[in-house]
Structure formats: structure tokens, C-alpha cells
């Protein structure tokens, strides 16, 4: 039988976990939920005509993870000032102020990763729920995301419950 | 009769009302802020299915194939038979019945599926990348090797297709560490002889 490969279209990236990799896929008339592990790939479906809502909870993962980007950031700064102020003497020949550079990069990496975090929008857990009851989404994980996935998908949902009804 | 609405993290029930049109609500117990989006199957869920379901058929109707007292509602879209309400299983915008379900290799219902390419592409790759996995060299690289060419045919992932560029890759990998553990074994005879 021949498989609907290229009715498939991908709605998230692939998110990474412990256990492997999921990314949120739109069918003809279902959502396919991905994981990916070592190979094996495992496919979890919603089909439309069953969706009842979509939930997402707002999570502080945008929060916690600035936190830990920006306190990275600033030791890494706090090295870098440090490393530049003992070699501010003779800064051309001393290895220390290359140490200082190295470092200064490294922070505006995380300032960058922060940024970029802040720009991503708020996390997300989604859940959705079926006659079977409510399920977590492994994906989409930023509240931007779902919106814009729930724009997308919501009139498919609707014309299908239609429909069926 | 609709289903509830209930703040996943405290499961307290919400008003329906207040979260219609996609706008945000926050939980009164938990203060969790969720962005709701309802569907009409969430007014109006489907009917329950039991065994009770189906009307009785009257003398010279049609009847279920696998209830003769039951009235035919649906024909299954494989093998034809008349089924009555709690035999007729939509799936897919079809109508089947519970055989021909149960027996079908509809991809609609395959949950699980090895990607035989990325599989040989780990075993080509992985421990090239791992270089501390040389002694494995020799069942590794034979290994992805054979997995590539051997389930070449074998469909791959569902919304990817085939991924024959990942079996090429095991291929490749697979071939670097045969190579690899000739030249070693080869350079190792080659230092005994010359003492």
C-alpha cells in the first residue's frame, strides 16, 4: 500500500530529550506526534474529528533559562574584566589578556542565547484532549509556537468536526 | 452532555465560557495562566457505543453481519459487509469493520517503526565519531554495512520516506572502519616482521 509520505508537513523542529528526539507533524485529517529513539521511530495520532480542545499551560522556562544563560554571561564577563585589568600593563604580550578575550567571547555567546530565549517567547507545556481524555504534547514547547500551530490547524479541526457532525 | 474543562496542573474545573475565543484564563487555585482553544467536539462529544447500540432490524431489512437481530447501518468500504452501529468503526474517512481493521496494514495505524537507514548510520558513524570504540571497529563497520544494504528496501520513517542518504552514510562509515582495522591489523604484521 502506498504511504502518505508527502501528506505529512512538519508543524514543530525536532525536540531534543533524554529519550530521544519528537517533533509534531500534520496529517490529512490527524496530528502525528514523531519520537525518534536510536532508530525507532514511535507515532502517536490525534485524529481531528476527536480533538476537543488544546490546552497550553505558560511554564517559566523562558525565565529559568535567562537565569542561567545570563548568570553564565556574567561570570564569564566578571573573568574577562578580570583578565583584562591584570594585563592591562603590557596587554599585547601578556597570554592573560587573550584568556580575557576568549572569555568576553564565550559571554557574548550566552547574551546571545539569551536574547535569542527572550525573543522565542514564553514556554509551554500543551496538553490535548480527546474523548480518551487529556494528553501532553511533547512539542510544541513556546507559547508563540502553539499559537501559531493552533491558528493553523484550528479551521482543519472545525471543517472536520463539521463534517462529522 | 460536554466534556469538562480542567486546568491540567491542579485539575480544577474551569468555565468554558471565560476561556472561548482562544484568550487567556488563569487558574484560581494553581494561578496557572492557559491559552485555551475549544472545538465544537468539545459542546457536542460523540455518542457512546455499546453493545446496546443499533436498532433492532424489522422483517426484510438488511442486518449487521455480525449481529443478525441488528439493523445494517454501514458497509465496510473493504470486504462489504453489512455492519450495524457498534460494528461500524470509522477510521480514516472510512467505514470498516472490526476484522477488516484488525487484519489491515493501514499506515494510519503502524505506531511504531525501525528507520533501518539511521540505524546503520549509527553503527557507521557513531563509532568514528567515538574514537575510543575502535576495538568494535570490526563488528561495527560489517554491522552497518549489512543492516544499510540489506534493509535497503524496507520502508523508512513515516513522514520522511526512505532515507536512503542515511544508509549511503552508514555505508560510508562502515567501510572507513573496515578500512581502518585493516590498516591496523596490517601495520601491526608489518612492525612484527621487521622486528
Known amino acids: ?160 468536526q463539521r463534517k462529522a457532525g | 452532555m460536554t466534556a469538562t474543562l480542567s486546568c491540567p496542573r491542579c485539575h480544577l474545573a474551569l468555565d468554558p465560557a471565560a476561556a472561548s475565543g482562544g484568550a487567556e484564563v488563569a487558574c484560581a487555585a494553581c494561578r496557572a495562566v492557559l491559552t485555551v482553544r475549544l472545538f465544537p467536539a468539545f459542546e457536542t462529544p460523540p455518542e457512546a457505543v455499546s453493545a446496546a447500540s443499533g436498532e433492532r432490524a424489522l422483517e426484510g431489512e438488511a442486518v449487521c453481519f455480525f449481529h443478525a437481530d441488528k439493523r445494517a447501518a454501514a458497509t465496510c468500504e473493504r470486504c462489504g459487509r453489512f455492519l450495524c452501529a457498534l460494528c461500524d468503526v470509522p477510521f480514516a474517512g472510512k467505514h470498516l469493520c472490526p476484522s477488516c481493521l484488525d487484519a489491515s496494514k493501514l499506515p494510519d495505524l503502524i505506531n511504531r517503526r525501525v528507520v533501518w537507514g539511521q540505524v546503520a548510520a549509527l553503527f557507521g558513524m557513531l563509532p568514528l565519531a567515538l574514537c575510543f570504540l575502535w576495538p568494535f571497529y570490526f563488528i561495527t563497520g560489517p554491522c552497518a554495512i549489512f543492516l544499510a544494504l540489506w534493509k535497503w528496501k524496507e520502508p523508512g520513517s513515516l513522514v520522511h520516506g526512505p532515507r536512503h542518504g542515511l544508509a549511503i552514510l552508514g555505508v560510508i562509515g562502515g567501510v572507513l572502519q573496515v578500512a581502518t582495522m585493516i590498516g591496523l591489523v596490517w601495520g601491526l604484521i608489518f612492525s612484527i616482521r621487521n622486528g
Request: charged letters at 15%; one cysteine or more; hydrophobic letters at 50%.
Open chain 1, 1 to 160: 500500500m502506498a504511504e502518505p509520505t508527502s501528506n505529512f508537513q512538519r508543524l514543530t523542529r525536532n525536540r531534543f530529550g533524554l529519550a530521544g528526539t519528537g517533533a509534531l507533524w500534520l496529517g490529512p485529517d490527524h496530528l502525528l506526534l514523531v519520537s525518534n529513539s536510536g532508530g525507532v521511530e514511535r507515532y502517536r495520532r490525534w485524529f481531528f474529528k476527536d480533538i476537543q480542545l488544546l490546552v497550553a499551560r505558560r511554564t517559566a522556562r523562558r525565565l529559568i533559562l535567562n537565569l542561567i544563560g545570563g548568570s553564565f554571561g556574567a561570570l564569564l564577563a566578571l573573568g574577562a574584566l578580570a583578565s583584562f585589568a591584570s594585563a592591562k600593563t603590557d596587554p599585547a604580550d601578556s597570554p592573560v589578556f587573550y584568556v580575557g578575550i576568549v572569555l568576553a567571547s564565550f559571554a557574548g555567546v550566552c547574551l546571545g542565547l539569551c536574547i535569542a530565549n527572550s525573543i522565542f517567547g514564553p514556554g509551554c507545556i500543551v496538553h490535548v484532549l480527546t474523548p480518551m481524555g487529556a494528553e501532553p504534547l511533547a512539542a510544541p514547547r513556546r507559547l508563540n509556537v502553539f499559537n501559531r500551530i493552533a491558528a493553523r490547524i484550528g479551521p482543519l479541526i472545525e471543517a472536520a
